[in-house]
């Protein structure tokens, strides 16, 4: 691939990247952003969604990662948490929370993505948790241990913001609410982690 076509796929995915991120912005419901509303916005080929991303939710969950990453890194409290004194338990505790309030108050994304994540997932998405895992385990159980626990921690947590309305209604559990969500992760953590 010459340079100068490499360029105009990184401006392609560039433009819609950023339609996307515009109009999910700017809708109530992410299925009102649909790949002829994506390519209209960008001004690129309809196709192109497919070609650079996979699919429309691939697309959705590039634009969401974007969004996480940069929470992240300018969220300095984060930043603090990953490198305090705070045990691996409790770091995870603090990521899952952050990652899961996240998650919640951008809703719209969370819902459109939520199933392309949890069935198209690579395996080193949502690893987030793996290093705080290992560290808590320092050597107890084997790293696939350790990433199974992480894999099926993200999973379980996804599927709960999916539902968090669900689990408000059946069961009380008001995942809105920092305290009753930090005491849920809490709860799930102390179970995956002996």
Known sequence: MSEKV???LEITKNALLNATARLMMNCDDANEVTSRAIAKESGVNLAMI???FGSREGLLY???K???NDVQASDPEFVELISSELSPKQK???L???MMKLMISNYSYSKAITKYILFNRDSDVGMESLPFIAEHYSGRKTYNECRLIAFELTGMH???VLNYEKIKDCCDI???DDEVLKNYILRNVNRFLD
């Open 158 to 160: 996804e599927l709960a």
């Open 66 to 68: 974007k969004i996480l």
């Open 92 to 94: 995870l505790v603090e």
């Open 50 to 52: 497919n070609y650079c």
């Open 6 to 8: 490499k360029r105009n």
């Open 174 to 176: 008001d995942l809105t």
């Open 96 to 98: 899952h929370f952050k």
């Open 62 to 64: 590039e634009v969401f």
